[in-house]
């Protein structure tokens, strides 16, 4: 029998009427619930590396809560535009939103499509975790309502505002505007405020001070967000794009003497917990802190480094772990706050030749290969260019005896033997070493790229010479071991170490033996040994490499066990004079190695077919009753010779 109409408008009615009814039921179910609490913060316990508690903060630490009357309009615009633009229009959630990702996700297969309101966010950041799941959405959407069921609008948006993550421990558009800009957000310019709009999205990709061009792109994004929302005009679009902003990295916080190794703990942390830093009540960190070693580091700052505008870095690794045992990321944290250490990139001078030492060992050098080291003019570039370098002082050896091998080269750091060796073996060797390294700088293929004219990044430098140091194996720096919720329930664990094997172990046993030679004063030549200002202080065996330019001052080195690495230069790349000042990076580094290490410093194990050799440091020939004597590592295969340089060069080599 067919249905009447009037029968089916009538179906239809009771349908509508069912579910308003439940509709309505439902929210007065929500409405009785008791108001969510917003006020929520973390509170973070961190342990050293022995478990010992050494420091108790709240998080948001050093927040400042700012309303929305007080905030750039440019903050609030930008949000909206870039992250809920129907914000004062929903319900906590976006219906069609939601169905679209839901669309995206059961068509790819991921769940890599969101739709969360600015409402939706703020219940995450306070209530939830952030694992991708349809549950945590559903849960995501109850908190929702409730917000707005007993929140308006504005309270909503004022505390999603003030707690979001911007990266390095920053909770808050009001803390973010200091750290970045050095400023309140009521006077962030467009420009600097579509910057830190674009940071939430990925605190530890979108900051400008790890990815700079990263964060461009991001805010690139959310200008065109604002100008499609008519929040800004076309000019307005244009000149923020065109500004150069200057990123501080700087804010006042409460002081520990591991304050700069605490920020690097809470760069972690946002990476491990993808910023859920605001929903955990308390949390207990253990860090990879080594209290006796940081306390090293800061007194051979303090003691070396006297009322001077020099700032400094100093970081201290565990090669086979990667663990850092301590860090310093500036000369006085009451007076600059930036972290060097994690963010400032350098110009490295010679520590860019080791890495290519290194390769010159893997293409059949060995310690004895000679080159002559007189004045040179290098002509590069089909022909095109030419590069004419000096040595130290523009001093060579003898026109009698100017061969001089490759472990006396890198002793006494003759600049004329790495460029040598740079364009013998092709100035794309450079670049592949770097980046094996993992150093994501890049080096340019011309002669000088030896001499490290390239800056690269501090701490990468730390890990590149860490490979060495892990007797070839990789490294990645870590500061976070376990982190533990308030109920003590583990919620974290570092994994164990990923050490991939990416240099040859018997090429880099003989290297590391080699690298001993800047401590060695039977390597004075025409050049000293560039330890020999400390080599009195020193009682173990050391690796190392200094390096320096006009504007800055490095040691690096290391034993089986610690890997230290000191820089030291001005901020703003004034010149460095004084030998005093050039004395500071390896002033610091000993005092921190020998300390650290006191008489219990091992060394690396020969591996089978590598003999110890006695040659003559300055010509690399096997050494004889009148020449100097020094033990080298060779491989069984490729031993020097009596009386025969390893490499004969002439000028039209070059």
């Known amino acids: 029998m067919r249905t009447r109409p009037i029968d089916v408008k009538f179906n239809h009615s009771k349908k509508v009427f069912i579910m308003a009814f439940l509709g309505i039921a439902i929210l007065a179910t929500f409405?009785?619930?008791?108001?969510?609490d917003i006020n929520i913060n973390t509170s973070i316990t961190f342990y050293d590396i022995e478990g010992e508690a050494f420091l108790q903060e709240s998080l948001p630490m050093r927040?400042?809560?700012?309303?929305?009357?007080?905030?750039?309009?440019?903050?609030?615009?930008?949000?909206?535009?870039?992250?809920?633009?129907?914000?004062?229009?929903?319900?906590?959630?976006?219906?069609?939103?939601?169905?679209?990702?839901?669309?995206?996700?059961?068509?790819?297969?991921?769940?890599?499509?969101?739709?969360?309101?600015?409402?939706?966010?703020?219940?995450?950041?306070?209530?939830?975790?952030?694992?991708?799941?349809?549950?945590?959405?559903?849960?995501?959407?109850?908190?929702?309502?409730?917000?707005?069921?007993?929140?308006d609008k504005d309270t909503i948006l004022e505390g999603y505002i003030n707690t979001i993550n911007f990266g390095h421990g920053n909770y808050g558009i009001e803390d973010a505007a200091h750290f970045y800009f050095g400023k309140s957000s009521r006077d962030l310019t467009l420009a600097e405020a579509s910057i830190?709009?674009?940071?939430?999205?990925?605190?530890?990709?979108?900051?400008?001070?790890?990815?700079?061009?990263?964060?461009?792109?991001?805010?690139?994004?959310?200008?065109?967000?604002?100008?499609?929302?008519?929040?800004?005009?076309?000019?307005e679009h244009a000149e923020a794009l065109q500004t150069q902003l200057v990123i501080t990295g700087e804010t006042p916080k409460s002081e520990d003497d591991a304050s700069y190794f605490i920020e690097g703990v809470l760069q972690e942390l946002d990476?491990?917990?993808?910023?859920?830093?605001?929903?955990?009540?308390?949390?207990?960190?253990h860090t990879t802190l080594d209290r006796q070693i940081q306390t090293h580091i800061n007194e051979a700052i303090e003691q070396t480094i006297l009322g001077d505008e020099v700032q400094t870095a100093v970081i201290v690794l565990e090669p086979e772990t990667g663990h850092v045992l301590g860090l310093s990321g500036g000369t006085n944290f009451r007076s600059s706050q930036y972290n060097r250490a994690l963010y400032s990139q350098r110009q490295v001078g010679s520590l860019m030749k080791p890495f290519l030492y290194y390769a010159a060992l893997e293409f059949g050098f060995n310690p004895s290969t000679s080159f002559i080291s007189r004045e040179t003019n290098f002509v590069y570039n089909n022909g095109v260019a030419t590069y004419s370098p000096n040595n130290f002082s523009n001093q060579y050896p003898s026109e009698s005896n100017n061969n001089i091998s490759m472990a006396n080269a890198l002793a006494v750091s003759d600049n004329i033997y790495a460029v040598k060796t740079h364009t013998f073996l092709g100035m794309s060797?450079?670049?592949?070493?770097?980046?094996?390294?993992?150093?994501?700088?890049e080096i340019p293929e011309i002669p000088s790229a030896v001499l490290g004219v390239s800056s690269i990044n501090i701490m990468e430098m730390a890990e590149a010479y860490a490979v060495f140091a892990n007797n070839g194996h990789s490294v990645n720096h870590r500061f976070i071991t376990q982190i533990e919720n308030h109920h003590g329930t583990l919620i974290y664990e570092s994994p164990a170490a990923k050490n991939e094997l990416i240099l040859?172990?018997?090429?880099?046993?003989?290297?590391?033996?080699?690298?001993?030679?800047?401590?060695?004063?039977?390597?004075?030549?025409?050049?000293?040994?560039?330890?020999?200002?400390?080599?009195?202080?020193?009682?173990?065996r050391y690796a190392g490499k200094s390096g320096s330019t006009n504007t800055d001052s490095w040691m690096i080195g290391y034993t089986p066990d610690?890997?230290?690495?000191?820089?030291?230069?001005?901020?703003e790349g004034r010149f460095l004079s004084g030998v005093e000042i050039n004395r500071y990076a390896k002033t610091i580094w000993c005092h921190v190695m020998e300390n650290s290490l006191g008489s219990e410093a091992t060394w690396f194990e020969a591996p089978d077919h590598v003999i110890p050799v006695s040659i003559d440091p300055l010509s690399g020939y096997l050494a004889t009753e009148n020449s100097r004597k020094i033990t080298l590592f060779f491989e069984e295969t490729n031993l020097p010779k009596a009386n025969t340089p390893q490499l004969v060069d002439s000028e039209k080599d070059f």
Do not use: C
């Open 429 to 441: 060797v450079l670049p592949n070493i770097v980046s094996r390294l993992g150093i994501t700088a």
């Open 562 to 571: 610690l890997v230290t690495t000191v820089w030291t230069g001005y901020d």
């Open 196 to 235: 830190l709009i674009g940071i939430p999205k990925g605190p530890s990709i979108y900051s400008p001070l790890m990815d700079y061009e990263r964060s461009s792109s991001r805010q690139n994004l959310v200008l065109d967000s604002m100008l499609r929302e008519n929040f800004i005009t076309s000019d």
């Open 63 to 151: 927040q400042q809560w700012i309303s929305l009357e007080e905030t750039s309009p440019h903050v609030i615009n930008g949000f909206i535009a870039t992250e809920d633009r129907h914000f004062y229009n929903h319900f906590g959630f976006d219906i069609p939103g939601i169905m679209r990702s839901i669309f995206v996700n059961l068509s790819t297969g991921s769940r890599s499509q969101g739709a969360s309101t600015i409402t939706q966010q703020y219940a995450r950041n306070l209530f939830l975790s952030f694992e991708r799941t349809w549950q945590r959405k559903i849960k995501e959407a109850f908190y929702a309502i409730r917000l707005e069921l007993n929140y």
């Open 31 to 36: 409405k009785l619930l008791p108001a969510p």
């Open 504 to 540: 040859d172990p018997t090429q880099t046993y003989i290297f590391n033996e080699m690298m001993t030679g800047m401590f060695e004063l039977r390597h004075n030549h025409h050049l000293a040994a560039t330890g020999l200002s400390i080599i009195p202080n020193l009682t173990n």
């Open 271 to 285: 990476e491990i917990l993808d910023g859920k830093l605001m929903n955990d009540g308390h949390l207990h960190v």
